[in-house]
């Protein structure tokens, strides 16, 4: 095996963002791009030759040729032995568990729920020995190293496979390729009681999942029709596609069009579901009815002992700062404590790592566990099916008790994608500059407790985080947050989230949007964001 040491000039954009480095593809397919940013990875995470790297994706434009190239070069950087999925497809949670079963870390290609094609976006990220994303540390420490980059080092292997299952021995290099599937499925097999959702089915109980052409696709047909029994056709957009099908692989009531349509129709199934691209993902509609994630996560953490892998109880729940304060009340119930943590999976790690937490979730349709360091769009699918087979409810029924029980946390996301950089920072800047005058003030019928840029402190390592949206809380419970996204490939997204919490049970039923209209009104003028942007109007609404 020969080894070139490619002679280099660093990248100035190779920055990491939440969730790894998230670019257009053809940025990636520049001369060097990938390699450089690749080596720094690598440089950083310092793996002793005998380690084992899994690498995979979730199949969009680029996937393949890029997954080939990470071969080549930890092989040119002395680590002997990778594990990669089939055809380099492995989702992003599915990933995180092969890590956790003896990897010492893993390179996951994904732009998530961005679009693929090759027009489209690309991603790269490196996840640690404990399965999840590389903390801070890690990435500002890989940004350093991809600034200065002079080369990089890559192996001039013989010809291999992705295709053909089995151990390959390429040189000094082992070569594992793994069905991407199979032991991901044991693992939901041994959290859930698989037999009473069976048996939901065989009752007559129909759902519709959504793949989005992205690559839960042969996840879900494999659980959900072969395991479980749901009918042939149950889970739609099957076949993951490096374009996603010219769709937009982002589960929400935007693009996941065909699956809400059918959900709101004349004949809807009993439940729906969808993922994204690389399947961290999910979003839960019953019959003509829509769950917001934080609800989502709410209604998981109040029934998690129905589910044997959650029988025994919970540790601790997480949240995002961003998501709603749903499952602040159920934790209160339960007793155990609920953290408030920034938006990025890698701030659940400590918590999840030093057994302080069970469950945690983002707004932005994530949930997860224990069970891997990632938020698992099939897994949270699995769950709520667990809970109607053993509540014998519908979705709605199962939330509105809830609401009923705990109270109502009304809550909206407004996205305004692709704004200008300049105007973007405009905005939060002018929202600083109010911080001091806000508090005691009345807005939107509401007094103002307190404005600031959140800050977090990490209970376990210590470690502090700041700058992750600005917040304004009221003394009734509501909120305003702003936030800008680091997920998107140009410009800057500006996300703006307003809540309002209701106990009153007369009130329990309003239209989300009635709810909040004062609250949306007055975040728009105190940020001035319509003139400062020239927005009239969100991208999304969620």
């Known amino acids: 095996m020969t080894v070139h040491v490619i002679t280099t000039s660093p990248f100035a954009d190779q920055r990491p963002g939440t969730s790894g ?12 791009y990938l390699e450089n940013f690749v080596q720094a990875l690598l440089d950083v995470a310092a793996l002793p030759p005998d380690s084992t790297l899994v690498v995979g994706g979730d199949g969009r434009y680029h996937n393949r040729e890029a997954t080939e190239t990470i071969i080549r070069m930890a092989a040119g950087n002395g680590i002997t032995h990778v594990i990669v999925g089939r055809a380099g497809l492995l989702s992003t949670p599915a990933a995180s568990h092969l890590i956790r079963s003896g990897a010492h870390g893993g390179i996951i290609l994904s732009a998530s729920h961005n679009p693929g094609g090759a027009d489209g976006d690309f991603g790269i990220k490196y996840n640690t020995g404990n399965g999840g994303p590389a903390p ?30 089995g151990t390959h021995q390429i040189g000094p290099l082992r070569l594992d390729v793994v069905d991407p599937v199979v032991a991901y499925a044991a693992l939901m097999e041994s959290l859930f009681d698989f037999d009473a959702i069976s048996g939901l089915f065989a009752s007559g109980f129909r759902m ?32 993951p596609l490096p374009d996603f099908g010219g769709g937009h692989p982002d589960p929400n009531l935007t693009y996941a069009h065909e699956l809400v349509e059918e959900l709101f129709g004349p004949d809807a199934p009993d439940f729906g579901a969808a993922s ?17 994630p934080s609800d989502s996560l709410a209604v998981l953490a109040a029934n998690a002992m129905l589910v044997p892998g959650y029988a025994r109880g919970l540790s601790g729940v997480a949240r995002s700062m961003p998501t709603s304060a749903a499952v602040d009340a159920v934790a209160a119930s339960l007793g155990i404590p609920c953290f408030e943590t920034p938006t990025g999976w890698k701030f659940f790690g400590t ?30 699918v699995l769950f709520w099916l667990n809970i109607v087979a053993e509540r014998g409810e519908t979705v709605e029924a199962i939330v509105r008790e809830h609401w009923a029980r705990f109270g109502r946390n009304y809550y909206t996301r ?15 800047s002018h929202l600083r500059t109010q911080f001091s ?14 404005a600031d840029d959140f800050t977090y402190t990490d209970p376990v390592d210590g470690s502090v985080s700041a700058h992750h949206g600005i917040r304004l809380l009221f003394d009734d419970g509501a909120r305003i947050v702003f936030r800008l996204s680091g997920t998107g490939t140009e410009g800057a997204t500006i996300r703006v989230y307003i809540e309002s919490r209701e106990t009153d049970a007369s009130r329990l039923g309003m239209d989300t949007a009635n709810a909040l209209t004062e609250l949306v009104t007055a975040a728009l003028v105190i940020s001035e964001l319509p003139t400062r942007t020239g927005r009239t109007a969100p991208t999304v609404i969620t």
């Open 21 to 32: 480095l998230r670019k257009r593809t053809t940025v990636f397919q520049q001369q060097h």
């Open 414 to 428: 407004y996205d305004y994608e692709g704004v200008r950089t300049e105007a973007a920072n405009g905005v939060m």
């Open 351 to 380: 918590l999840l790592d030093a057994g302080r937490i069970t469950l945690c979730g983002e707004e932005s349709f994530g949930t997860g566990s224990d069970h891997v360091r990632e938020k698992d769009g099939l897994w949270a």
């Open 437 to 450: 005058a806000l508090p005691g003030t009345m807005i939107a019928s509401r007094r103002v407790r307190s």
């Open 136 to 165: 801070e540390s890690f990435t500002n420490a890989v940004a350093e190293r991809a600034r200065v980059m002079q080369q990089y080092k890559i192996a001039d292997l013989p010809h291999f496979t992705l295709d053909e299952l």
């Open 276 to 292: 994204d691209g690389d399947g961290d993902r999910n979003m839960i509609l019953g019959q003509h009815f829509f769950v917001t």
């Open 208 to 239: 519709r999942f959504d793949a989005m052409h992205a690559i839960t696709g042969p996840y879900a047909v494999e659980i959900l029709e072969r395991r479980l029994g749901a009918l042939s056709g149950t889970v739609i957009n099957r076949v």
